[in-house]
């Protein structure tokens, strides 16, 4: 249960009789609503008021069910329409007969000596479900004398009657006039109108409902004041709403508990998942095996794998490569003829048989192109919307022109054991995914980065860049903001720091983490 739906239990409660117990020694309802009766007539006497034109009113018969008398007809049992038993001491009352209604106009917008006086004028936005003490527009005297706005006293209540803000409230604190959208009560003597706001609370869900089916949700004065409302003695009503009031903090309270509650149940399983690949870079997700080569003799194998390939031409060489290792127990980074301590880089510790790299080191790291789109052609191109977490969806492909996608090298296509990861876009940018079966041999747009693994899996290093400490490197690496969008340069890419496992570690810690995700997917 909500807040909302614990105030509505409440005021439901109230409303029924049973918040606060019933004091016998109060008058009961039956008599106040023969005053009410006796102070509407001596105002319509007084032309204050207009009357009527079906007078009703609501009286208990012989059987003790409810009779309406509407006019010179006969009296009518209206125990069907009863929503609920109410205490002995109260009463039925439609809503016209307890105070004095009206709803509001808006004078001419084509006039300006309607507008900028001294007179509140209060549009349905205004309301606040609670005091008005401030309303921004105000209209003229001649307004509320030209036209058919209504000026409303203090104390008045008011209800939204249009739109998205049916069955708002407010109560005035000053004379204010309404649109046509507000209808206004002040209660007669005998309704607390306090008690008549928090009713018009409780009736919020009915209203709604009562306003469904037109283009514009709307309901009108006469569903309104047609509505039944049940009357307490004054005291109790009094009584009721002290409790309402002395509830409040404790609903809010509940709310704040209520909100942390569901907004840790909603990113429970985005933490959790978090959690998981956080583990897994840190050599926690699964055992060591003595047996396995350590990560230093794979590093080695890269090494030498890329100087053949920069021997063959094939691939350039890093002007800036990089070199860790270990010495007295730290860290230290060799570019060139030079090395440098990188303790103060090294986020956490991890197994001896790892080793940390840069991911520039054990990868390939490519910038896609800028496409000549063209379309209704078979050929598609990835880009930053294709790349999710962890999957690849090749729904948001574009097409491309034949002849640009031709031109395009094949080493520049994706491969299955690629990684891809978006460049540019708030939001996006550092989202990674091995490539799937599907987005193979696919051209990539400029707004997207390939990462090509050196005898490494790329699933690994898709759980690394994913997880706590690769988003936090990327967080801190992207470029500053331009006027359009953030930026992942290839040389930012390739200087992440990316914790290293043997090879068969990689296996089992990417077998675990692909059978604890869809567990978590089912949260």
Known sequence: MNAQQLKNSILQLAVQGKLVPQDPNDEPASALIERIRAEKERLIKDKKIKPDKNPSYIFRGSDNLPYEKVGKNEPVCIADEVPFDIPDSWEWVRLGNIGDWGSGATPSRTNSAYYNGDIPWLKTGDLTDGYIYEIPECITRLALKETSVRLNPAKSVLIAMYGATIGKLGILTFPATTNQACCACLPYNGIYNEFLFYFLMAQKKAFIKQGEGGAQPNISKEKIVATLMPVPP?????????????????????????????????????????SILQEAVQGKLVPQDPTDKPASVLIEQIRKEKEQLIKDKK??????????????NSHYEKIGKEERCIDDEIPFDIPDSWEWTRLGTITEILRGKGPKYADNTDFRILNQKCVRWGNIDTSFCKTVDKQWFESISKECLTTQKDILINSTGEGTIGRSSAVTSDAINMPY???????RPYKCLNKYI??????????AQINRSKGAKTTKQTELGVDKTKNLLIPLPPLNEQQRIVDKVNQLLPQISKL
Not at 445 to 451: A, C, F, P, T
């Open 234 to 274: 004054l005291p109790e009503q009094q009584r009721i709403v002290e409790k309402l009031k002395e509830l409040e903090p404790y609903i809010n309270d509940y709310n704040k508990a209520y909100e942390k509650i569901e907004k840790l149940n909603t990113d429970f399983p985005d933490l959790l998942k978090k």
């Open 462 to 471: 898709e759980i690394f860049i994913n997880g706590i400490e690769g988003q």
């Open 445 to 451: 747009d400029s707004h997207v980065l390939l990462i």
């Open 315 to 328: 691939i350039k060489k890093d002007k800036n490569e990089s070199y860790i290792f270990r010495r007295d």
